[in-house]
């Protein structure tokens, strides 16, 4: 079922299941919407700080003519070079991601910004919601000061707070700590209006601590899958030549790790499946963190280094070619909630093989790749065996991404803000 399909079925409204999103007449025949306001939806949609996978569901809810759009941010990371502790070096995305829709950054007045409980605080957001700035309020989360208060905090009649969150059950946790969530995110969950879930382990959450089903879309986890797909073309197209360039094998299957070199992405149960395996193919890394030593280390014990290339960090606009290059992504974090690499390597027409903590697995991979037991290293080892020895079965995999990744892109996640945005007036009718 593509994701347009379920935003459909979500819905409330006309028998069909799905909304009427037509407005009705004023006496002065100009028509309006349910909001009581001009047709078009005023939404605003909060966010930490420009996400690169966030900008293309931005820019396709800009270009619609039922909506006025507001993109408010609460921090300038990635806009200017900035500490990122994760890849332990300054980090400045390469790409544009404030062209292409309405925006703006709201003062933050926290004494150390930053990405903490209390580094973000700007007033001005609580306050646009109490003064019925906007139709619908789509926040992302609720792990800072100022989405906390977005989520809890006085509202005008007029104004819906929707709910965007990419937590899951998958992370197991201690009886008292679920007890106690239970109590707290069920009180939260009640101030909210409606949930969009970015996949199955989201809506499970949601359902999880007490939210009827009715009050779920489905606005899917989505990253502009036409950039990606046209940057590795050239890649895709001649990947001897590509890998020339990179300085990577020419000649087997390259399985590829991109993410940071941080322990709970388990950077180190790809190198140890691989060694095991002794399969026929070359394992690639992208990124920097807390574990590059040590993963160096490793290689150097098994005297693999002719087999494994590490590439460092390298930023966005440099991916597309090196996924295009490879074959198989791997992700095998032990807490990952979605994953938006997936998605991209999938967009660039990579097979994927994901550990069951990887949040995305469950809506795309299938025949695309395989989903194995997160730390499961023997289980791992037997899939990098067949897959090096076969690559028939490996373009089938990647053919089958590239397919599966066109019916998961912004215009579903946009479809699901919207008919999110409708459903939550009607429900609190």
Known sequence: MVASQRVRRNARGSGDGTHDLAGTRSPNGREVSDFGGPHKLRIAVVSSHPVPYHVPMYRELAARSEVELEVLFTHD??????FDAGFGRVVKFDVPLLEGYPHRFLRNVAATP????????????PLAIGRGSYDAVVVHGYSVASTLAALVGPRSRRTRVLLRSESNLLNKRPFRTRATK???????FSRIDHFLAIGTKSRE???AYGVHPERITLAPYTVDNAWFEQRSADARRDPAAARRRLGLPTDRVLFLYCSKIAKHKRPLDVLRAFVRSRAPGSLVYVGEGEQMQELRSEIARAGVEQDVRLLGFRNQSELPEIY????????PSELEPWGMVVNEAMASGMAVCASDRVGSAYDLVSDNGAMFRMGDIEQLANLFSKWASSREEVDRM???????????????????VVAAARAAFQESR
């Open 205 to 207: 959450y949601f359902r």
């Open 324 to 331: 295009g290059a490879c074959d198989v992504f791997v992700q």
């Open 182 to 188: 239970q109590l707290l995110i069920r009180a939260l």
């Open 77 to 82: 990371h990635g806009v200017k070079e900035t």
């Open 398 to 416: 990647k053919a089958a991404s590239a397919a599966r990744i066109r019916l998961w892109s912004p215009r579903e996640t946009a479809d699901g």
């Open 114 to 125: 930053g990405f903490s409980f209390l580094g973000q605080v700007n007033p001005e957001l």
